[in-house]
């Protein structure tokens, strides 16, 4: 097969893909004959003949996928005008925590909090696949440890914890909202959280003990 066809094969699959592609799905299509470092080579000339145009070949955590152009989401909206969901201060000072300290239990986060959190909090991240139980504190009623998910990053339309926004020292960290937003992909070339908007990133919170996740082979 020549590098034209194996290009061509590889953007259909992420066209058509709901979800985005990991190294190992794409060597399927080829049934291991392109190794990870010659589909790294296809998708980096993917993403520069996709320069110029609209929707953009991006790397997240768990996979490649092709989503539309952050400067042409407006004009996108227009065709799905739907509100956004709204998430509470409470909330997203809890999902700040997670991601910038984890693993943290409850306890970790009402401690920097300051307030005891409400259980419907931790339901409602687990429930929109932010946040996961990762394992257990050997202490006193074993808590149990909570993480960020693929999901979250990929909704932040980032490949790692390090690509978030750095941070700096301030006297109130929960204050020092951050500018990004959650990210989508177009309607037409959605996953399966693509309907419910875009979000503010929670506050910037400490990065003591601020954990990266495994080498991934996206």
């Not at 500018?179 to 929670?202: F, I, K, R, W, Y």
Request: net charge negative; glycine share 6%; proline share 9%.
């Amino acid at each position: 097969m020549n590098t034209a066809d194996a290009r061509r094969i590889l953007e259909t699959a992420l066209l058509c893909a709901q979800e985005p592609l990991s190294l190992r799905e794409m060597a399927v299509l080829f049934e291991g004959a392109l190794s990870y470092d010659t589909l790294r080579r296809l998708l980096t000339e993917l993403q520069r003949a996709w320069d110029n145009r609209g929707l953009e070949l991006v790397c997240l955590a768990s996979g490649w996928r092709f989503q539309n152009r952050p400067e042409l989401r407006p004009f996108l909206e227009r065709l799905h005008p739907e509100k956004p969901p709204k998430y509470s201060r409470a909330v997203l000072e809890t999902l700040a925590i997670i991601a910038y300290r984890q693993p943290v239990t409850r306890g970790d986060m009402e401690e920097i909090r300051g307030v005891t959190i409400n259980s419907a909090i931790i339901k409602q991240l687990e429930d929109r696949g932010w946040i996961e139980v990762i394992g257990y504190r050997e202490t006193v009623g074993r808590p149990a440890l909570f993480a960020t998910t693929r999901t979250f990053l990929d909704d932040l339309g980032l490949a790692a914890l390090d690509a978030l926004p750095p941070l700096e020292a301030v006297s109130a960290p929960v204050d020092a909202l951050a500018t990004l937003t959650l990210q989508a992909p177009s309607p037409s070339l959605a996953g399966p959280h693509a309907d419910e908007g875009a979000a503010p990133v929670p506050p910037n919170m400490p990065n003591e003990g601020l954990q990266r996740p495994a080498e991934s082979e996206t």
